[in-house]
């Protein structure tokens, strides 16, 4: 079981971080979006909320493996995971769904959940690349 440390889950929680989702389909050919809605659900997972299902959700679904970056000014994390499910209701869909409209002003489809496998600082400097669990 890989746990976030605490700086890690609060880029993670910070609504002004970029965020990115990194996707491959079966074929290995690669896919980067902005992602802002995620947040963290505990140590070991990651929820977004998902508003425009496209070729991140084909390739989560084909091949389960992602890489997510969130970073501010010249602090950044980097996570690489697996795609679990896309919740379309219950307690997290509800806060994603609330997010999304509040911060976004649209409506989110579903809520992606990503369970963390690595974690590694991609902040310039000493730490580049370092891994932190
Ligand atoms: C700053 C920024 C934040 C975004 N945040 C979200 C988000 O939280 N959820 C979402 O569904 N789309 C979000 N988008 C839109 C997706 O990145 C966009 O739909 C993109 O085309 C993904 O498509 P793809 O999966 O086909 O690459 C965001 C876009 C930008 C520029």
Excluded: C, H, R
Excluded at 104 to 129: H, R, W
Aim: hydrophobic residues 40%; charged residues 30%; proline residues 5%.
């Amino acid at each position: 079981m890989v746990k976030m440390p605490e700086e890690v889950m609060d880029m993670f929680n910070e609504w002004d971080a970029s965020k990115t989702i990194a996707t491959a389909d079966a074929e290995g050919k690669l896919n980067v979006a902005p992602i802002k809605t995620f947040s963290v659900v505990d140590e070991e997972t990651l929820a977004f909320g998902y508003v425009f299902p496209g070729k991140t959700k084909d390739n989560m679904e084909a091949t389960k493996k992602v890489a997510v970056t969130a970073f501010k000014g010249s602090t950044g994390y980097q996570i690489k995971g697996s795609f679990q499910e896309f919740l379309i209701s219950g307690p997290i869909f509800d806060q994603k769904k609330e997010q999304v409209k509040e911060k976004l002003k649209l409506d989110a489809k579903s809520a992606g959940i990503i369970k963390v496998e690595e974690v590694y600082s991609v902040s310039p400097g000493p730490d580049a690349g370092k891994k932190l669990a």
